[in-house]
C-alpha cells in the first residue's frame, strides 16, 4: 500500500467517461486534487484523462460488476492508500416507458446501475474511505427522484411520468440518508444535477455540464463537520 500525502484528496468518480461524470473529474482535478477516473471502457477513460489536466488516473470501473469493483479497490489501495471522496455518478435512463407499459423486466437494468451500484462500490470502498480524514460520498440523484418535486404541478418533473428512473432515484435518495445517519464522521449527500444536456437524455437538458456539476463539487467539497444526509441542487436545498 502506498499512502499518498494527506494534504492531496484523493477522489473517485464513477461513470465518469461523458456528461456530468467527466466534468466532475475535470473541476475536481482542476482543484489539485488526485481524482480516479471510473470508466467501463477503460480505453476511453484513458482517451479522456490524456486531454485532463492534472493528476487524473483511469480506472477500469463498471458498477454492476462485483469483480471490477473489488479491482480497482486494490487499484485505488496499490496507488493512493485511501479514498477521500466517492462520486456516485454512474446511472442510466432505461427504456422510456409510461407506467401503464411498464412490467418488472424494466427496473432490473436501472436498479442495477443506479441502486445496486451505488451500494456496491460504498460497500466495497469503505475499507479505503475509513482511512481517510474527512470522507465524504456523493450521490447523483435527481429532481425526478424527489416526491415533493414531482407532485408539484409548478415543476416540469411533474410532467414526466415513468416508473422506473425516478424510483430509482428516490430508492437512492432513502440509501443515502440511511448512510448518512449509520457512517459517523462522514458527510454522505444527494444532490440533483438539474436538467442538462448530455446523452442521457439526448442532450436536450438545458443547462451545461458545467453548470449540472455545481451541486455536485459543492457536496465533493463540503467543509469537514459541515452538511451530512442532505439533498441539494445547484441553487440550495431540494426537497425530498
Ligand atoms: N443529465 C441530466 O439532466 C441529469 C439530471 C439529473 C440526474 N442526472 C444523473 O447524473 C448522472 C450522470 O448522468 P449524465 O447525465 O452525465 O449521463 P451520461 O452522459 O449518459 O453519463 C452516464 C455515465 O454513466 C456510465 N455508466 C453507465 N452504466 C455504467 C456501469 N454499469 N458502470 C459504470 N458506469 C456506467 C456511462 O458510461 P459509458 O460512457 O461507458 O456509457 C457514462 O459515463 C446519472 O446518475 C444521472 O441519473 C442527470
Known sequence: MTTTDTTTTIALVTGATQGLGAQTVRRLAALGWTVWLGARDAAQGAQLADEIEGDVRVLQLDVTDQASVDSAVRTVDAGSGRLDVLVNNAGIAGTRVGPRET??????????????????????????????????????????????????????????????????????????????????????????????????????????????????????????????????????????
Open 103 to 240: 412490467t418488472p423486466s424494466d427496473f432490473l437494468p436501472v436498479f442495477g446501475v443506479n441502486v445496486l451500484g451505488p451500494v456496491r462500490v460504498t460497500h466495497a470502498f469503505l475499507p479505503l474511505l475509513d482511512r481517510s480524514g474527512q470522507p465524504r460520498i456523493v450521490m447523483v440523484s435527481s429532481g425526478m427522484g424527489s416526491l415533493a418535486i414531482t407532485t408539484d404541478p409548478d415543476r416540469l418533473e411533474s410532467t414526466l411520468h415513468g416508473l422506473v428512473y425516478p424510483s430509482s432515484k428516490t430508492a437512492l435518495n432513502m440509501i443515502t440518508t440511511q448512510y448518512a445517519k449509520s457512517l459517523p464522521g462522514y458527510q454522505v449527500n444527494a444532490v440533483d444535477p438539474g436538467y442538462t444536456g448530455t446523452a442521457l437524455n439526448g442532450f436536450s437538458g438545458t443547462q451545461t455540464v458545467q453548470e449540472g456539476t455545481d451541486a455536485v463539487v459543492a457536496a465533493a467539497t463540503v467543509e469537514p463537520g459541515d452538511r451530512t444526509g442532505t439533498f441539494t441542487d445547484r441553487a440550495g436545498a431540494v426537497p425530498w
